[in-house]
């Protein structure tokens, strides 16, 4: 494999921007290109979410190479939600590292800001699950569910876990008022944080990324540089939370972060920062444990301990993530990778010298992530014997378990409330993942959204293609408990299959 | 680089499905998966032009792993246009060749039949530029200025030109009517073609490949098989056509041709057989030249002496080509390579065994093509000295021109009367590209659709964005060219500069 260099990079500034989408893009371009050595471009690989929809762009690789005066070249659009970015840089790598081209320009960008709120989550849902999004489901909705079920599995309390979230935005926020390019130049403190509205509980305002405009860019060459990708993988995840196995870990990071190590040689512990998809506060969490930094339940703890701030062991998102930088959908795991060159080149601001760095990309729910590993040419050679990362056992093929219909009971596996909505909903929404009696499933609709907690039973009930439930009183969900375990107790074996028949 | 082979193909049937996008790709990577001995898939690469906005898909890399229960590995979306079923293998084979993974299911699919007619077009010619678009081109209209454009440069009569596409549409439909996946099973006679009716002049209905849905699959491996890819390159091209240089020859092409050559070490003259991207029946005139099969403006001719034919020397399209066989658009680059594959195995009818194809596809209007050739383990050596084949010089990367204001008069450089037209344009809609007095070209409506002829003088009006044209009488056609050269002959230098400043 021809080794893979990064020989120049270039953002724009993250935010509102008056420029257009290919606009941005070549601005980010020029940049790179205007700091490299290297200018004769082999070739152009392109990520963007979805340009077709958020702009009316399509057939935007010819289009950014024609705009770049670079007509001609092969020029590829590569798209994996909002991992696009990321996808590119792997694409691009491969076509290096294969030899077909030896100077490539890696390019990026979305533009969001001139839509309305509403649009913009429109079309970022359809990323996810038809029969979620149809419930009222949005990606707060989801990662919010995801929150809780991780507070539930790690028995915080809800102060707990809110202390959590909180300590990753305000890390993040204060990180991102020393990078000039980030959206949001302004630390916040814990006090706003709490007095930010939730958006779907246990999530606020202020653990969610921003609707942005932005491009990056990143010059890869196969002669040597100061700078080299160490590693690179990807994975993926069921699209939909209902096929999950689990919930506080993505096996598509896990997976992608397994194939990184391996291709560098190296371990978790020899990391020296790392810039990660905080889309969502309890994604920063998730992903530090999924990367190997800190064992499954212990991000959070390793938040509020300073382990991941600036001046920390271990920086995370340093230049404000997701959170602070902004968040233009398929540029954001490209701008990762500009940070985390310009950090190992030591043109941002830290406190020492860094060898090793480590970006992670989520795509969608999850879905579809990558992680990337950049290494100075002049990094000390890692201890000997790394421990191989274990492979996750989730993100190994599995078919899909076929369609059918519910049962009429079960219990809440994790649930929101939902205040920012969808258009046709109405606040306050109540979502649950329900685990019905055949131990399937499935995305409901609270008829109410009171007494939600997790592992509580509901009744559930279906209404064309939308799936409803109760949670039943304390009295009553006794007495059916009693009532099945008398029935079971005293049914014959027969009567038994009919029953499960009639269920089917 | 690691040699990349073929290890099983698949195909949908193309024409109207009632699969959803993601089942038929998984038809067709279930086909392929069951007949290869390959079965540990490292990575999905998937094309598809717009599932956005076709069938509002989103994620679709995520999704397709998912339905084939693959989810964990990596996959990815690539788009090129309509070329990104080929764009979708370029990166698989990449990725191969990289030696980042062994085993690589490259799919591509795209459904389009559930929409009206002027939906698709909508759609479709959104990969067009916008300004050509705002006068209410569409990709058939474009298509056809190129078709008269070649007429004029090649000195061709009406009849003649006519002559050549009908023989083309005559021969893919024929072909078509032997391959049971092809959506049009039937061949038409000379009259049908000529009965149908004008889409844009001089484009009929026959001329033009049709609305389809279907999906490809290609398996490739490091290790050897009987089918190799032996070559690949990809080239861009203007997306607009006011932009160009040359109307009759698509520099993606022949920059991606050379390219492919080249990593074969083979020339044209070695090619067995060809599937060329055949949206319109010029493109296959025009690509048959631009592939080097036959000299510029030897195409037409070529089909007509039956040189192309499936029984004549070099067979183009002898499944149908997107003409019979369909055009779920980011489909068709992977079909071409499913159906060459099957050629060179003996799988389809032909009169003699191939041991080299080449397939080609485009994406846009000439804006991104890919060039692949196929070659069989067993194939017999090349001669020696393959001559090199020609880079395009308009291939390489150039400026765009800035955009200032038209002169008022100009001439035709060509033109159609488009009889198919977008939402919100009444037919006959005359549109024509008109080199103006600075030597800019620019897409012009016509004020009325009588004696367009290329090379005739017009008037030019703005009105907001939108460029009106009136082709002058003779009378005044002869009068102002007068009146224009008595100027000149009797005008002062300095008055001369500032009537040039005048018009900028």
Redesign the interface.
């Given at each position: 494999?021809?080794p893979v260099h990064i020989a120049g990079v270039g953002m724009t500034k993250f935010g509102k921007s008056p420029l257009s989408l290919a606009e941005m893009i070549c601005q980010a371009a020029e940049q790179a290109l205007n700091k490299s050595s290297v200018q004769d471009i082999d070739?152009l690989y392109i990520g963007a979410?979805?340009p077709?929809?958020f702009t009316?762009?399509?057939?935007i690789?010819?289009?950014v190479?024609?705009?770049l005066?670079?007509?001609?070249?092969?020029?590829?659009?590569?798209?994996?939600?909002s991992s696009a970015g990321a996808?590119a840089l792997?694409?691009g790598?491969?076509?290096?590292?294969?030899?077909?081209y030896r100077r490539i320009l890696v390019l990026a960008g979305e533009k969001m800001t001139h839509l309305s709120t509403s649009a913009t989550t429109r079309?970022l849902a359809?990323?996810?699950d038809n029969q979620e999004r149809q419930c009222g489901a949005t990606m707060p909705a989801l990662a919010a569910m995801i929150a809780e079920k991780y507070r539930q599995e790690f028995r915080l309390s809800q102060s707990r876990l809110e202390n959590m979230l909180s300590a990753v935005a305000v890390k993040n926020h204060a990180n991102g008022s020393r990078n000039p390019v980030a959206q949001f130049q302004q630390p916040i403190t814990r006090e706003t944080y709490f007095a930010s509205k939730f958006v779907a509980t246990p999530l606020r305002l202020y653990d969610c990324a921003p609707i942005t405009d932005g491009a990056a860019a990143v010059i890869l060459t196969s002669l040597p540089t100061d700078v080299r990708v160490a590693g690179i993988?990807?994975?993926?995840?069921?699209?939909s939370l209902r096929?999950r196995e689990i919930f506080t870990s993505f096996?598509?990071t896990r997976?992608?972060a397994a194939?990184a190590y391996q291709m560098a040689g190296i371990a978790p512990r020899d990391i020296d920062f790392a810039e990660v998809h905080d889309a969502f506060t309890p994604f920063e969490i998730i992903t530090t444990e999924d990367l190997g930094f800190f064992p499954a339940g212990k991000g959070g703890e390793a938040v509020l301990d300073g382990k991941t701030a600036f001046d920390g062991p271990l920086p995370v998102n340093a230049t404000g993530g997701l959170k602070a930088r902004g968040h233009p959908v398929g540029a954001s795991g490209l701008a990762q990778v500009v940070e985390a060159a310009k950090q190992l080149r030591g043109e941002l601001p830290s406190l020492r010298a860094f060898f090793r760095g480590l970006t992670q990309s989520t795509?969608?729910l999850g879905?579809?992530n990558l992680v990337t590993i950049l290494e100075r040419s002049d990094a000390p050679p890692v201890q000997d014997a790394a421990p191989p990362f274990p492979f996750p056992a989730?993100?190994?093929?599995?078919?899909?378990t076929a369609l059918r219909s519910a049962s009429d009971e079960g219990t809440i596996e994790t649930f929101t409330i939902v205040y920012v909505t969808p258009d046709g909903f109405l606040p306050p929404l109540a979502l649950a993942l329900i685990r019905d009696q055949h131990g399937r499933l499935l995305m409901a609709q609270g008829e109410d959204s009171a007494n939600l907690k997790i592992g509580r039973e509901v009744s559930i009930r279906r209404i064309d293609d939308l799936y409803l439930f109760t949670v039943k009183g304390h009295l009553q969900a006794m007495q059916d408990s009693f009532m099945r375990l008398l029935r079971r107790a005293t049914a014959s074996p027969a009567a038994d299959e009919g029953a499960a028949d009639n269920k089917l």
């Open positions: 494999m021809n070739a979410m979805n077709e929809e009316g762009d399509s057939n690789a010819s289009r190479a024609e705009a005066g670079l007509i001609g070249i092969p020029a590829m659009r590569v798209e994996t939600a996808g792997m694409t790598f491969q076509a290096i590292a294969s030899g077909c079309i359809k990323v996810l993988g990807q994975g993926t995840g069921p699209v096929e096996p598509a997976a992608a194939r795509g969608g879905t579809n989730a993100a190994l093929p599995q078919k899909k």
